[in-house]
């Protein structure tokens, strides 16, 4: 029963992901359609979804009492991050998703995943924890991961090679980094929220999860079954994501004293499937979606296996 309750959130999403593959081949998504998807969830659907997902999961009170929670976590983003750019540059990894590689390597679907399987090992006790690793996941994703995602779209793009790596503050300050924000700022001076304004936050985010996972099946009917290519890139990035990541995590654990549940919950975060969002960005910022979505969708379909090797670890 815990297995099939685990492993529940993998297949859920990749039934959404077939969904939006045959709806793609059956013709429903002209070209228009699909540039919009990836502007309508960064855009629109994101930034409540973070905030109403901070304002629901925190108190003031616990919020300031676990700020150190995410140190862990996000120092071993930034040791990953580094570690995916030195092995990028070793292996020749394609300029068009460098810096994609090293957001996949270092970023795991921490929510959608994250959530059904930690509370069918841990129980609901450990969903804070999950929560601390999802906080300290979006502050990385959405600053270093949206900035680097972006270079690799200026990479593509016409301009002085000035132009291309100068420092941008608006592919820092996104518009998902900015609900996220917001949600920390309320939570912090504690502010109430009207009830209807919430209420309408929550349904436009409730839409970030199914059009992201149509949008990765879209892509993949776009490139075709017959045409998807397991190059040196996506196994590198997917050993880093689901093998380095959760060791690095699991040799640092030591070093911050952590509660044991804490540990373990890290751990299990930290080799769960790459993150979602990098699909939709990459194609947002027109880098390489095609990757991006083998990415994702490649390392879910891993995690039917990799998760029970870790669930027996533990």
Known sequence: MTFFHAF??????????????????????????????????TNV???????????SSFERGSLVHMLKGPLMPLLAMCMLFVGAYLIARIIGVQKKHFGLFCVCVS???TIFIGIPVNQALFGPESLQYVLLYYFAS????WTVGNY???RDGQERGAGSKAEKYRFQWKNLISAPILGFICGVTIVFLDLEVPGFLFRSCMIVGEMTTPLALIFIGITIEGIGLRNLRIGKDVVAALIGRMVLSPLLVAILLPFFGLPELMGKV?????????????????????????????????????SVITIPIYMILL
């Open 138 to 141: 979006t502050f990385f994703f």
């Open 107 to 109: 970023n795991p679907n």
């Open 8 to 41: 529940s959130g993998v297949f859920s999403l990749l039934l959404v992901v077939a969904l939006g593959f045959f709806l793609g081949r059956a013709g429903w998504f002209p070209m228009e359609v699909r540039k919009l998807l990836p502007k309508l969830v």
């Open 148 to 150: 680097f995602i972006s």
């Open 45 to 55: 659907s994101l930034p409540p979804f973070l905030a109403c997902t901070i304002i």
């Open 266 to 302: 890290f751990i299990i975060q930290s080799s769960l499937p790459v993150l979602m969002a990098v699909a939709i960005l990459s194609a947002y910022y027109d880098t390489d979606p095609d990757f991006g979505s083998v990415m994702v969708s490649v390392s879910t379909m891993l």
